[in-house]
């Protein structure tokens, strides 16, 4: 089973400014990885497959890089909807989440 | 517009079984894999497994092999997941996701409560 792991478990940042959000993998997933966001109350919202393609409706202040095991997510500016928690997740060999990262207001 | 509709929550005694349905609509029911996943409280998403809505195909992870069941019904475009000998470890966030770009459209969630 291939493990994910996200840091910083909380991020505290600024409305304006910059987050990047970590995640590393225990194994080589390839680009086979994607993020997620997901608000209190509500199902995850797919942000990125193939660790930087965005999906349908992402602005282009969020950002993903990386491969093989590191992977980043940037939001360039953060904006008062974007504070949430963030997933990573792998799809190379069956599927496996990490515990979350929770961006918070600082 | 495209989107999958879950049952509502569900409190279930010890052994018991639960059910839940994924209701798609807005697309072609038939083109894409749903997955289940679940969230227990304070823990990680977790991949069940999924099934090819198409021909009916399943893969169960491991670690439910045996106690969970997929079926789908395509003239009503839903998908189920029977979950069985439940115990108070199965209290989760149960979901459905269409697996399109990993996975692109999210059920609600449908809350399994486990309690004697």
């Known amino acids: 089973e291939i493990v994910m792991t996200q840091s910083p478990a909380t991020l505290s940042v600024s409305p304006g400014e910059r987050a990047t959000l970590s995640c590393r993998a225990s194994q080589s997933v390839s680009s086979n990885l994607a993020w997620y966001q997901q608000k209190p109350g509500q199902a995850p919202r797919l942000l990125f497959y193939g660790t930087s393609t965005r999906a349908t409706g992402i602005p282009a202040r969020f950002s993903g890089g990386g491969s093989g095991t590191e992977f980043t997510l940037t939001i360039s500016s953060l904006q008062s909807e974007d504070f949430a928690v963030y997933y990573c997740q792998q799809y190379n060999n069956w599927y496996s989440f990490g515990q979350g990262t929770k961006l918070e207001i600082k | 517009q495209v989107q999958l509709v879950q049952s509502g929550a569900e409190v279930k005694k010890p052994g018991a079984s639960a059910k839940v349905f994924c209701k798609a609509s807005?697309?072609?029911?038939?083109?894409?894999?749903i997955h289940w996943l679940r969230q227990a409280p304070g823990q990680r998403l977790e991949w069940m497994g999924w099934i090819n809505a198409g021909n009916g195909n399943t893969k169960y992870s491991q670690s439910f092999q045996g106690r969970v069941t997929f079926t789908r019904d395509t003239s009503a475009s839903t998908a189920y997941m029977e979950l069985s000998s439940l115990r108070s470890e199965d209290t989760a966030l149960y979901y459905c996701a269409r697996e399109s770009n990993s996975f692109d459209i999210w059920g609600q969630g449908t809350m399994v409560s486990v309690s004697s």
């Open positions: 807005g697309y072609t029911f038939t083109t894409y894999a």
